[in-house]
């Protein structure tokens, strides 16, 4: 068994998958396979229980750490020090701040490793670590299915120091329970902003060849933007669909998170708010702020970016609106008081 309001979170399938509780569990209790990312809502078998069963030793520690258990915050901008426009000289999917952050930091030593997300033609992704900084460009670009990436650190823990954590906002949330409550050994959090994920078999077998109607493998890159799923093919032509064709596919756990900016980081990135090819950033620990400084010289900002903050916040707004109702509705049903808004 794993702890029951780890049990819970699955149950009501609203784990998002973020692994950290695979990666804190001190028993290795918890262990999570490519299907966690692709699991059939009815099919519960997200976590294969340990070696042996009934291997939980009772710490809490999963409790303690798991980002739905603890709940979210109404205002996601309060801890928002600086918003910023930038770009890098990576071809990343917006403005590259992304990798070239990661990549400066391991280049300076000042962190020992990051998890980033690669993938093949397919678009079938993997976890790699990365502690050289010349291979984070590997996982440049943004894959809209979902990789346990907390999961990947489970070893790296046991291995470095210095972690650098890159992922959608239900990872930086569980990363920064982590480093609250595990372990110090993450010293920097970069949050992207998310609206939603999908499972991988439904964007391989639904959302690319029949609403969009291509063939994956010709397919170099995916975005959102203007209110539509674009996906670029590599014959250089702009395939596009609605948002509202896509979106109700999303994860189900999607469907009941209430955070879009990555509330939890030290250093939230995106792309909504500057024009294409930038990226918004938003600082908002000493932590991101210190760090920042040691890679700005590498990239270019711009000054006023439009259309600005104030777009990122009504797109949070109708995150929170479209799902906060959902996620307050499965709080009930858990046979504990945590959760909810603060
Ligand atoms: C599922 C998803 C939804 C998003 N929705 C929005 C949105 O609504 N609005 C918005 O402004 N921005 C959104 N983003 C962020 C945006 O797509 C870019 O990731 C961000 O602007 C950083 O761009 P970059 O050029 O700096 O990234 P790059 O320099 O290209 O680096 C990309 C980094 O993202 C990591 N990554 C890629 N895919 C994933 C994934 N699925 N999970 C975790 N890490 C991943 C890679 O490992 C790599 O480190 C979303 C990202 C994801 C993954
Ligand atoms: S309570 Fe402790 S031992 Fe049990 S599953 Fe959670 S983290 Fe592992
Ligand atoms: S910590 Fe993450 S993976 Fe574990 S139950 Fe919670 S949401 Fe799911
Ligand atoms: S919408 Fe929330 S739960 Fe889904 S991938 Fe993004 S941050 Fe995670």
């Known amino acids: 068994m794993v702890h ?8 009501f399938d609203v784990c998002t998958a973020c692994g950290a509780c695979v990666s804190a569990c001190p028993a290795g209790a918890i262990t999570m ?3 966690a990312e692709i699991r059939d809502p009815d099919n519960l078998e997200l976590y294969t229980q340990g070696a042996a069963p009934n291997v939980c030793e009772g710490c809490l520690t999963c409790s303690r750490i798991c980002p739905v258990v603890d709940g979210y ?3 996601e901008f309060a801890n928002v020090r600086s918003f910023l426009a930038a ?5 990343g999917q917006d403005g590259g701040v992304t990798s070239a952050i990661a990549r400066s930091l391991l280049r300076q030593g000042e962190i020992d490793c990051v998890v980033g997300i690669t993938m093949n033609e397919k678009w079938e ?3 790699e670590l990365f502690t050289n900084a010349e291979d984070v460009e590997k996982a440049k670009g943004t894959k809209y299915t979902y990789d346990s990436v907390l999961s990947a650190l489970r070893d790296p823990f046991n291995e470095y120091e210095k972690i650098a954590v890159i992922g959608v906002p239900c990872q930086a949330h569980g990363a920064r329970l982590i480093s609250e409550n595990v372990n110090d050994k993450i010293v920097l959090i970069i949050g992207l902003l ?3 994920s999908f499972y991988h078999d439904v964007m391989q077998e639904k959302i690319i060849p029949e609403i969009v109607g291509v063939n994956i493998a010709d397919v170099k890159k995916m975005d959102f933007g203007k209110g539509k799923f674009w996906a670029y093919t590599k014959d250089g032509e702009e395939h596009s669909v609605k948002i509202a064709e896509v979106a109700p596919h999303a994860r189900n756990p999607c469907h009941h998170c209430n955070d879009y900016t990555s509330v939890f980081a030290d250093i939230s990135v995106g792309s909504v708010g500057t024009p294409d ?3 918004c950033v938003l600082l908002r620990t000493d932590a991101g702020e210190k760090y920042f400084k040691m890679v700005e010289s590498e990239l270019e900002f711009m000054e006023d970016p439009k259309p600005g903050m104030g777009l990122i916040e009504k797109l949070a707004k109708m995150k929170h609106d479209n799902n ?4 307050l509705e499965v709080c009930e049903k858990f046979s504990f008081d945590d959760g909810g808004f603060r």
Do not use: F, Q, R
């Open 324 to 327: 906060s109702e959902h996620y």
């Open 194 to 196: 998310c609206m939603e």
């Open 87 to 91: 770009k890098s000289n990576i071809a």
């Open 33 to 35: 396979g490519k299907a």
């Open 4 to 11: 029951p309001k780890i049990m819970d979170v699955i149950n």
């Open 73 to 75: 915050y109404e205002d």
């Open 277 to 279: 090819g930038w990226n």
């Open 125 to 127: 992704t993997e976890l």
